[in-house]
């Protein structure tokens, strides 16, 4: 079956930079659009970033200018580089590519990584 994992996270001082990686796994046949999402404690889950399938990419205006999303299909990887981290950008970070498996092709399902936690000190 199809897998997502994310990889990457961890403690950073406010400033400076972090690097994620969404990796899919299994019985895929591509991968559509892929997105980043977050979720800080007492918040409701936040979009982050989207690599589209034809490579353009879109951002939250929360993060747009300071994060920058990739993606690797040849890894069946997505990148979320993100620079001049804020306080507030602590959270756990989320990975949900949309994928053709041989189940679903031509059809998309959606998947879900279980989240990796980002902490951002002062």
């Known amino acids: 079956q199809v897998q997502v994992a994310e990889f990457g996270g961890g403690l950073v001082q406010a400033g400076g930079s972090l690097r994620l990686s969404c990796v899919a796994s299994?019985?895929?046949?591509?991968?559509?659009?892929m997105h980043w999402y977050r979720q800080a404690p007492g918040k409701e889950r936040e979009f982050v970033a989207t690599?589209?399938?034809?490579?353009?990419?879109d951002y939250g205006a929360s993060v747009k200018g300071r994060f920058f999303a990739s993606r690797d299909n040849s890894r069946n990887t997505m990148f979320l580089q993100m620079d001049s981290l804020k306080i507030e950008d602590a959270a756990i970070y989320y990975c949900?590519?949309?994928?053709?498996?041989?189940?679903?092709?031509?059809?998309?399902?959606?998947?879900w990584g279980q989240g990796i936690q980002v902490i951002v000190s002062s």
């Open positions: 690599v589209f399938e034809d490579g353009k990419e």
């Open positions: 949900n590519p949309k994928i053709r498996d041989r189940k679903s092709w031509p059809g998309l399902n959606s998947y």
């Open positions: 299994g019985p895929i046949v591509s991968i559509g659009d």
